[in-house]
Nanobody, 125 residues
Framework: QVHLVESGGGLVQAGGSLRLSCAAS????????MDWFRQAPGKEREFVAA????????YYADSVKGRFTISRDNAKNTLYLQMNSLKPEDTAVYYC??????????????????WGQGTQVTVSS
């Protein structure tokens, strides 16, 4: 019952910034922990970041910590991912996701309840 639609992807030069948005529709958006995942061609989908239901806690993969910032606005039913200091290895399809756990941690893709369709991020060197 939660539909997720990502936007904001595109082409950016290495060292640049990009801001992704995820618009959620449904009756219980604020009851879900929200996550970002990414998947590059030929690679498994990997966890990027998570944020708690009331936005009090965040968790980041080591590969993006210090460069990416996850945030949410429950009043707008929107999730964000601010990406700074982008590297070519950040190139991937980025997915917004929702899960029912109350704790914030690195989540395996198998535990996710709802997925967005993905948005392409390409970082040129």
């Amino acid at each position: 019952q939660v539909h997720l639609v990502e936007s904001g992807g595109g082409l950016v030069q290495a060292g640049g910034s990009l801001r992704l948005s995820c618009a959620a529709s449904g009756r219980t958006f604020s009851s879900y922990t929200m996550d970002w995942f990414r998947q590059a061609p030929g690679k498994e989908r990997e966890f990027v970041a998570a944020i708690s239901r009331s936005a009090g806690y965040t968790y980041y993969a080591d590969s993006v910590k210090g460069r990416f910032t996850i945030s949410r606005d429950n009043a707008k039913n929107t999730l964000y991912l601010q990406m700074n200091s982008l590297k070519p290895e950040d190139t991937a399809v980025y997915y917004c996701a929702a899960d029912r756990f109350g704790s914030v941690q690195a989540m395996p893709p198998s535990i996710i309840d709802y997925w967005g369709q993905g948005t392409q991020v390409t970082v040129s060197s």
